[in-house]
Structure formats: C-alpha cells, structure tokens
C-alpha cells in the first residue's frame, strides 16, 4: 500500500501527444480539407511594386465557364492587422498597390486549370509610382509617401535614452562602433500558407480553417473584414506544419479565402505556393544597426549607444512592436548603467516582415554581442571573462527599463558552455582556419501586455472529467508543432499524479476550446502552462472533497496519490474511478477551468512611449559555444560543433527542450551563413527552397545541449521560455568564432563564403600595406 | 507548388518508339527522371502538350563492358552511377560528380541522360510563370532581353550538370538516335556556347549511351564543385580533373568545367604541363588559366568573381591532390 506513488510526469522526457498521427501521416493539415464540393481559390497578384489602381476588370474572368466568384478589393473595405493602431491592410489591395505580388484579386472556380485561366483573363490597370526598395530610398528627401498617413515612410520612430549615456561614453577606457546589415530571411516553414472557407449561406455562416499560430486574431479579423457577428464564425487550427512567427499574425490568404467562399456561395480551398508564401513574407527585416560600446579597461561596459533602421516592407504589420523589440530587448542580459536608442521602422514596397523567431532582437543582439567580442580582443581579455564582468548583479536586479527578472542562470550557462567546449584548454591552439567563439542571448517568456486587451485571463484551460474516468483538456493553445499540447497535458497530469494515458486534448476550435491568444513570443508555456496548473489543482480539489466525503474524512486528511485516494496510510483508500464516480454524483460531467494573468509589476517601463513591450514575466538565458573551420580555398563555413546552454527555467519536458533547443541552433545557423531574401526591382528572387539556401542535414552540426533550471518563482514548475533564445545566441557566437579563425571578423549577415573571400583578401591587404 | 498543368504522356518502351513518337509530335519533350523538367513544366517555363516518359525504356538502363570500354546507358539512374564499383574504380571523377548532384533523393530519380542534357539555368529564367511575366520574360524564353546583361545579344544561362566534366576529361562518347539513325559523337560535340540553345542535338534526337573509353579506365581524376550547402545545390562552379603521373611528371591531364559557361567546357591548354613536374608556380599558373577560362554571370545570388576565384583554386587543389 506504501508504494503507491502519484505518476510524475514533469521534467520527464515525453513523447509529444500528437506524434503518432504525425509519424504515421494521419495528421490532417489544412490543406488536407478537400470536401468533395470545395472549389479552387486563386489568388491574382500584383506585378508592379507600387501604384494607384486605376481598374481591376474582372468581366471576362467572370464569364468563364466554371468560374463561381471572382472578387477585388471592393469586397472588402475594412483593413486589417495584429496591432489595433496599425492597421492599413486589406485583404485585397484598394486604392494601391504596394509591392510586388501583393493580392489584388482572388477567383474560386470548379478545379484548378480554370481558376488560372480567369486568373489570365484578369486586367489590371494601374497609374506606377516611384517604388522603394531599401530603406534608405523610402527614407529619402522627397520620397512619396507609400501611406498617406505616414510621412517620410516612418512607420515608427523610437527613442529612448536611459541612464546618462553621454557620460558613460565619457568615462569609457575604450568606445568601439561598428556597422552591421542583417538580411532580411523568411522561415521557410514546411508548410505553405493554406485555408478552407466553408460558407453556409442558409445560416450566413462561416467556418474557416487555417494554418495559423493565432486563430484568435484571424478569427477576430475574419469578423471585421467579413463584417460579420464574431459568433457567426467558427475558426478551427488544424495540424499546423511549423510557424516560426510567419503566421503570427492574421495572413490576407484565410481573409480572401473567406470573402471569395462568400461571394461564391460555398466552399473554397486556398492552398498557396511556396513562392507565393515567400511573398506574403512575415519574417525578420533586413535591419541596419550603429552599434557603439564604451567600456573601461576591466571590461566594465559605462554605455551602449545604438540606432536600427528595419525595413518594414508594405505593411506595418507587427512592425511597431518589432522596432521597439530592438531597443527594449537590449536590457535584461548585462548590467547596462547608460543605453541610448534610436529606432526607424520604413515602409518599403517590399512583402511586410512580421515577428520571426527571436522577434525584434536577434539582428541587435548579433550586433552587439560581435562588437563586445572585439572589444574583449582588443583588450586582450578572454571573450567568456569580459561577458561575466558585465552580468546582472543577480536575479532581483533592476533594469534600467524596468525588467521584471526573478531567475538569472546565465552565469551557469556560461560555466557550462566553458566547460564543455573545452574553452580555456582549446582556443587560441586550434591551428589555421579553425576557431572558437562565444555568446549570450536572452528572451522573454510571452510579451505581459497582450497586443488586444480585452481585460480577460492572459490564458483559459478547461478540463473536463466524465463518468468514464477519463480527462479532456481543452485549450485554445495552437499546437504548431512546438509541443504546447503536450506541455499542457503534462502540467495537468502531475498536479492530478494521473498517467497522462488518461488524457486526451482538443485545441484551437473557437466552438469548443477556450480562446487563446495564441504560439508567439513564447507565452504558451509560460501562460497555458499555469493555466493547465489551475484547471488540474481545481479539479483536484473537487475530487479530493468528493473524496473526504465518500471517506468521511475532513479534506485536508485525504493524500491524493493520482490512481489512489487515501485517508492515512493504512487507508486502503478509494480508486481514482470511484472518487470520480463520487464527484459525479447529483452534477454529473464536471468541466472546470483554470486562468493565467501576468502580475503588474511585470508590464514594462512608462520611461518611454511603447516602454510596454520587453515587459516579461521572465526571461529565458542562453550562452553559447561554436567550433567552426573554414575552407583555405573556397571559404566555405564548417559548423564542427556547438555547445548551447540554455536557462530554461525547469525543464518540464527535456526531450521537448533539446529538441527546441537543437531546432533553435539550427534556424540561427541559416540567418548566420546562407540565408537572406534578394530583390530585383522589388520582385524576390530567392522565393524558392533552391536560392534561399535554408541549411540542409549535411549543415547540421553535432549540438550538445545543456539545460540550466534556474526555477523561475512564477514560472509553471519554474519553467521559462525554450524555444527562441538559443537561435538569437547562436548567430554572433558563429561570427565570433570566425573571427577566432581567421583573424577578420564578418559583420554583415549572412556570412556567405563569397563575403567571407572578400573580408579575407581585403585584410590581407590592409595587412600587406602596413607591412 | 505550382499547379501541374495537363499533358498528354506517352509512355514508348523502346528508344525507337521513342524517336518515332517524338517525330510525329515535334513539339513533345522527353523526360527521364524529371528532377529538373517537372519543375520548370510546373513553372510554365515548358509547356508540353506532350511528354516522353522514357522510365520504361530498358534498353537505356544498362551498363555494358567490352574491349573498348565501358558503356552506360542514358537511363542509368545517378546513384546507380554513384555506387558502381566499376565506375568508382576506373572513372572516379564520374562517380564523384554523381554523389555531387542535388540531394541523394534527387540522384534516386535522376538519370545520367537528364543530368547530361539538362537545360541551362539563370535567376532570370527559373522562376515561376507570375515571375517571368512580372519581369518581362527573358530573350531565353519568350522575351527579348538579357535581365543578366541587358544590352547583350547573347544569353548566359549557365550548364549547371554535375556529370558531363567529369565525362569530359574522360574523352566520353555518345550514342545519338534520331528519326535518320544513329550517330557517335564525342560529348564535347554535343554542346555549344550558347546558353538558349547550348545542346547540338539534330531535331528529335535522343541520347541513348555514354561511352567511356576502356584506355583511359583507372587513370585518376577527381571531381569537386562549389556550393553554398552540402546538399541540393547546383554547382555555382565545379570542375573534374584527371592526372597521370610518371614519377614526379605529368604524363596526361585534362581539366574540365561546369556552372560557369553556358556549357561545360575542357580547359585549353593544359597539354603545356605534359612531362613536367608541378611546383607552386606552375600550379598558380594552372589556377589562373582556368580562371581566365571561366566566365560566370550574375545568373545565381552568388557573385560572379567569387565563382571564378573558387573554380580556380578548386582545380589547382585537385591537381595538386592527384600529383600526390
């Protein structure tokens, strides 16, 4: 009877819940909707990169046999976008293009050849404008504005100074600057964007599913663009094949599929090509960065100045929130005593960004950590020493704006990764052409401040128990493969000590689960996890008092040992069926709920407007080592090995972590040394798999991963955030690494082996002369 | 994806009823493993009312051994071509090149013919149907201009194959068949310098085998291309060579290259180097050669001068590798 124990299913490695309809191609995405009345949706796209539109003459398209709709931007006059006060998007272009590839028109018709012959009999006629294609054209005397509303195509300008900047650069032994370019790059998710529309026109109903991280917000933006009654609307998210922040937001592809469903009075799949995903964009933007560091002769940073400009593209769509990513974000890894920041968001007529993975700070981080690591060169300090002068002075520390932070593993990271990679014994004895380098990254856990505050719970879950002993749990969480299903059945399985075999999930059904926010800025863990926490302690409590009850005993005397309830060890106790059962009684199905809010203290800074985002429950911490050689002759990039800590928090599934984590390493080593999108003439060249040179398995690197738990207070089982901070920690300490390597440092991203010749002979130049 | 658009398929299971069916529709394109074909009929680039499946042809899917060499048949798959102990043996360079093409799911599929044939590329060109026509299409295909150097009269795409260098420093033949009967070339007569038309193939030709001569089986060579990833990657250059030495000297070599001409191309003047002996100065005078022979354009992301700076020193290490 004494060995009766609850089943522990936290910081235990788990298979995630919905593996096996993945590995066994059960698993239905969206694009695996094909109702046998569905109809082909096509998208007409603009070929010009900025105009007045003068006429889209949709007649012949329209009398093609087969074709059922065919729909422009005067379906639809009301803009879209995630931000409340950014949004100038419509599903289809009204008034004005703005770049290439921009949807303008949309047809559903009965199969696929004849959508794009209606497609073809399309006639666009529009008045061109000047078009600009880096942000320094658009930011130029005389421009025309691509929005009217914003002039000088500054989507936002950001300032703050905080602390006394002029003098910490004033009392610095040395001040060190440097430029970087970091290219803009997508995240090439395996699944092209793709929708079903299902149009019930005897309800004036629609169903819509789509591969989304936030069916929330489409769901939200579906109403207004449709100008439909929110409970006219059932948004589903089925298997979803990666996101990355590419479907943060609501994309124009569910909007129009939507609108073309309607007009055409039934049913139409959207599935968009790899090309077309490529223009509908949303990654990182190509972001300029001045960095400038003054330290004193120990290391001791006195202040960081810097300004980044992002190339916005279109659209502002997360751009806001990026830009001041980019600033707030500098704080919360060293101890800063004076920053100052100048921030641009330019519109382009380019596909809008939106917030990849490592939102807002991954090019400034890059930018700072390769600059700290030549400053320590230059002060002959080992690159590890000059980072663990400069750390918080513990987890209470206070940020200049005003960071939220109760756990701080960094310094153990860095221990760890010294450690391991073989640090002090290796570097500096590798041999030509080979190298070491390091560096430090952190990230929030979900932004504390949601984009729309409505005053509900950050997170709901529900669990609902029935007369058969088994457990649903139902979150609006969108599990897009990183493992929130799984993190939300485990959180609930150890409260309760139940195996989560007696566990199944329903997500993402807006008329069966909770709503939730959505995957982004790594909240889901943070906010669903506690969430998960609530629900399973509720519904403990009602079974531990149906429990006390059946045993006559007060409540605070029952033990719960998840298969068992007991009074007392000598108790034989009841089984988890027959304190069901007992709780049924007279309420029959039980279905309770738990919630998250974040805590005020962590809701950012009002030291400056937009001080708000940055604000976290808490941050996640990485440092990272990687070994790379490089080819005397052709200056190809090995990545030999990475060592990559991360502060997890606790690590509530350690199989979900490493392979966050590895994934993580893996995605920073694209934007490191192949990845970028190019434009001619603001048409995207790379939008294939083939000139956008996504890393393949051949590129992967042995990665060793090691978990720090530094237990977060508030965290759920202390866990933080896992799956962003190692890719923001991975670029620099690549470049770092390099530098080691060869003696010239890269700056501009993505170190190409061509750039990398081009540094190389130019140092050996500069070399040569001063000879 | 780009939607497949309808064609007819034929489906001949003898390289005659190939040609024949090619005769009577002279618009038809043969496709072999169609790792490249499927792709650009997807992107409009062809558009074939009809297609020549040559999978089933058996005759092309054999390799043959005589007094005069070795005989590969066109429909002989990449990683057949790859793994043959022979082949790995007698002609490394060959082998090498084709473990070097693509992806290895690509070399499953993809036949020594297609790889030999395959259309020449450019960023201009291999893009979808909504691309072209956003650009004004290109004088390679249905326009009039040269987006890669505008003003010119010629195009640049570049022979992006793996395989034909390293058959070429091998002095390979090959077997054409036509509606008038066959004919034996050698490869390097099946190309041209000119990036919309590079291949020499009479009208509704077919290559049916690759001869590799049996007196030059074993003599060493070595294939390596530039590429941004390890996998799935066109040669931005690549280059074969093959090297015999008697003792210190060269006794026979022949250079050839690919991804950086419209088509692949023997490097001129290498027979300077017979009965010499390779020292540093001779090897950065091989490497300037080929750098000299090589003309990239700007028909990839990857700039033009790095390719040519890389082909350069990829031969010279190659040499350097096989003068041991």
């Known amino acids: 009877m004494n060995e009766i124990k609850p089943t522990q299913s936290i910081g235990v490695s788990k298979p995630l819940v919905d593996g096996p309809e993945k590995v066994s191609g059960k698993a239905r995405y969206s694009s695996d909707f094909i109702p046998s009345d569905s109809l082909v949706g096509r998208i007409y796209r603009s070929p010009v990169s900025h105009a007045e539109i003068i006429e889209v003459d949709i007649s012949e398209a329209q009398a093609l046999p087969g074709v059922k709709a065919v729909i422009t931007g005067d379906e639809s006059d009301e803009p879209f976008g995630v931000l409340p006060i950014a949004r100038f998007e419509y599903p289809l272009a009204r008034d004005k293009v703005r770049y290439k590839g921009e949807p303008v028109a949309c047809v559903a018709a009965v199969d696929v050849e004849t959508a794009q012959k209606a497609i073809d009999l399309i006639k666009f006629k529009y008045n061109e404008l000047p078009a600009y294609f880096t942000s320094e054209e658009a930011m130029a005397e005389g421009a025309v504005n691509i929005h009217d509303h914003r002039e000088g195509n500054i989507e936002r300008d950001v300032e703050f100074d905080l602390g006394e900047t002029d003098e910490g650069l004033e009392a610095a032994d040395l001040i060190m600057e440097e430029t970087y370019n970091c290219a803009e790059i997508a995240q090439v998710q395996s699944e092209p964007h793709a929708a079903i529309a299902e149009y019930d026109i005897e309800r004036d109903f629609m169903t819509v599913r789509a591969s989304t991280q936030v069916p929330y917000y489409v769901h939200k933006m579906l109403a207004k663009t449709l100008k439909m009654e929110e409970s006219k609307i059932r948004m589903i998210k089925p298997f979803v094949g990666g996101g990355f922040g590419c479907r943060t937001e609501c994309l124009n592809v569910e909007l129009i599929c939507a609108l073309v469903a309607r007009a055409a009075k039934g049913t139409v799949r959207i599935v968009i090509s790899r090309e077309e995903t490529f223009i509908t964009h949303r990654g990182r933007p190509e972001t300029d960065i001045d960095m400038k560091i003054g330290v004193k002769k120990d290391g001791t940073i006195t202040a960081v100045d810097f300004k980044a400009i992002q190339r916005g593209g279109g659209y502002s769509g997360y751009g806001v929130v990026t830009i001041l990513y980019a600033g707030g974000l500098m704080f919360g890894v060293y101890d800063l005593p004076a920053v100052r920041y100048r921030g641009l968001r330019v519109l382009t007529n380019t596909p809008p960004p939106g917030a990849m993975r490592g939102h807002g700070t991954t090019d400034v981080r890059y930018a700072f950590e390769n600059l700290l690591d030549k400053i320590a060169i230059e002060l002959d300090m080992d690159p590890i020493e000059i980072r663990r002068k400069n750390l918080l002075q513990g987890p209470k520390y206070e940020t200049l704006n005003e960071m939220f932070i109760n756990s701080y593993g960094l310094p153990e990271c860095l221990d760890w990764v010294e450690k391991e990679s073989g640090w002090k014994e290796r570097r500096g004895k590798m041999g030509p052409y080979k190298g070491l380098g390091v560096a430090c990254a952190h990230y929030p856990s979900g932004a504390s401040k949601p984009v729309n505050w409505t005053g509900e719970p950050h997170a709901t879950v529900h669990l609902k128990l029935d007369w058969d002993g088994s457990i649903t749990l139902l979150t609006g969480a969108p599990e897009i493969g990183q493992g929130s299903t799984t993190m939300a059945t485990q959180c609930a399985a150890e409260i309760l000590g139940l195996d989560m075999s007696r566990f199944q999930s329903l997500t993402s059904d807006s008329k069966l689960t909770p709503k939730d926010n959505g995957s982004y800025s790594s909240r889901v863990t943070y906010m669903v996890g506690n969430a998960s926490i609530d629900a399973a302690t509720n519904l403990k409590n009602i079974l531990v008092e149906a429990a006390a009850k059946k045993l006559e005993v007060k409540p605070e005397d029952v033990e719960c040992l998840g298969e068992v309830y007991r009074a007392g060890t000598q108790d034989e106790g009841l089984t988890f069926n027959e304190v069901v059962q007992a709780a049924l009684e007279g309420t029959g199905t039980i279905t309770v709920k738990g919630n998250y809010d974040t805590m005020p203290e962590s809701w950012g800074t009002k030291k400056y407007r937009g001080g708000a985002i940055s604000g976290s429950m808490a941050y996640a911490y990485a440092a990272q080592v990687v070994e790379v050689s490089i080819d005397p002759d052709t200056f190809e990039i090995k990545v030999e090995k990475v060592w990559a800590a991360q502060d997890v928090g606790k690590a509530l599934n350690p199989l979900s972590v490493e392979g966050q984590i590895e994934g993580s390493v893996w995605m920073g080593m694209g934007q490191a040394i192949s990845e970028g999108t190019l434009y001619v003439n603001g048409l995207g060249i790379t939008n294939n798999m083939l000139d956008y040179r996504v890393p393949t398995i051949v590129e992967s690197p042995p990665i060793e991963v090691g978990i720090i738990e530094s237990i977060d207070p508030h965290g759920p089982f202390g866990a933080k955030e896992a799956g962003e901070t190692s890719l923001v920690a991975f670029i620099p300490a690549l470049t770092n690494a390099i530098a080691d390597a060869l003696g010239v440092r890269p700056v501009d991203l993505p170190v190409t082996p061509d750039r990398l010749m081009e540094l190389m002979e130019n140092y050996e130049k500069t070399q040569e002369a001063a000879e | ?324």
């Open chain 2, 1 to 324: 994806m780009e939607y497949m658009p309808n064609f007819q398929l034929h489906r001949p299971t003898s390289a005659e009823e190939a040609v024949k069916l090619r005769s009577e529709e002279p618009e038809a394109l043969y496709v072999a493993g169609g790792t490249d074909m499927i792709v650009n009929v997807r992107r409009g680039i062809e558009q074939p009312e009809n297609l020549i499946d040559l999978s089933g042809v058996t005759e092309l899917k054999t390799i043959t051994e005589d007094d005069e060499g070795l005989h590969i048949g066109a429909g002989i798959t990449l990683n057949e071509i790859a793994t043959n102990e022979k082949i790995k043996a007698d002609y490394q360079a060959v082998a090498e090149a084709a473990a070097a093409v693509a992806g290895i799911t690509h070399q499953q599929y993809g036949t020594l013919g297609g790889n030999l044939c395959l259309d020449t590329r450019c960023l201009f060109y291999n893009q979808s149907e909504w691309w072209r026509q956003s650009n004004d299409y290109c004088m390679k295909e249905r326009g009039d201009i040269c987006h890669v150097a505008p003003g010119g009269k010629r195009c640049f795409a570049a022979f992006s194959g793996d395989v034909a260098p390293a058959m070429l420093v091998y002095q390979a033949e090959v077997e054409l068949v036509g509606p008038e009967g066959s004919r034996r070339i050698p490869l390097s007569e099946m190309y041209q310098n000119d990036g919309m038309n590079h291949l020499t193939f009479n009208p509704g030709e077919l290559l049916t085998v690759v001869h590799l001569p049996k007196a030059l089986a074993g003599s060493p060579s070595r294939y390596e291309k530039a590429r941004i990833r390890g996998s799935i990657d066109f040669p931005l250059a690549g280059t074969a060579v093959r090297l015999e030495m008697d003792g210190k000297k060269v006794k026979d070599i022949a250079i050839a290259l690919t991804g950086v001409n419209p088509f692949p191309q023997i490097v001129k003047g290498t027979e300077d180097y017979i009965g010499k002996a390779f020292d540093d100065a001779s090897l950065d005078a091989l490497r300037d050669n080929v750098r000299k022979q090589a003309k990239p354009m700007k028909t990839t992301t990857v700039a033009p001068w790095y390719r040519r700076r890389v082909i350069g020193a990829l031969a010279r290490r190659l040499t350097e590798e096989l003068a041991g």
